[in-house]
């Protein structure tokens, strides 16, 4: 499994009209080969910052399946004009991990 990680700096203002839309664009990436899942989530203190974490089976479902598709071309139309400055993507594998037993 990857983890994509991409901070989202969102114009001040937009942030509402930015997860409607969000929400829309997600059918889009939720479609590829290859997809597990996303959050997205809001920073408590920058209320204009967003993390965006998307678990993929292997990189290139994202990096091939996903950017070179017609779904993110629909993904970059809605998304692409709320961010300031643009996001850097990154991809994680695993190294470590520890889970609570009693949740």
């Known amino acids: 499994m990857i983890l994509e990680v991409a901070i989202l700096e ?4 937009l942030e509402s009209r930015f997860v409607e839309d969000f929400k829309k664009a997600s059918e889009y990436i939720s479609s590829i080969d ?3 899942n996303h959050k997205l989530k809001r920073c408590i203190e920058q ?12 990189l290139e479902d994202h990096t091939i399946g996903f950017r070179q598709s017609e779904q993110y071309a629909y993904w970059k139309g809605l998304l692409h004009h709320y961010y300031d400055p643009f996001p850097t993507v990154e991809h ?10 009693n949740n």
């Open 10 to 13: 969102v114009k001040k203002g």
């Open 34 to 36: 290859g997809y597990l």
């Open 47 to 58: 209320k204009n910052k967003y993390i965006l974490l998307v678990e993929w089976e292997k």
């Open 92 to 101: 994680f594998e695993a190294t470590f991990e520890m889970k609570n037993d």
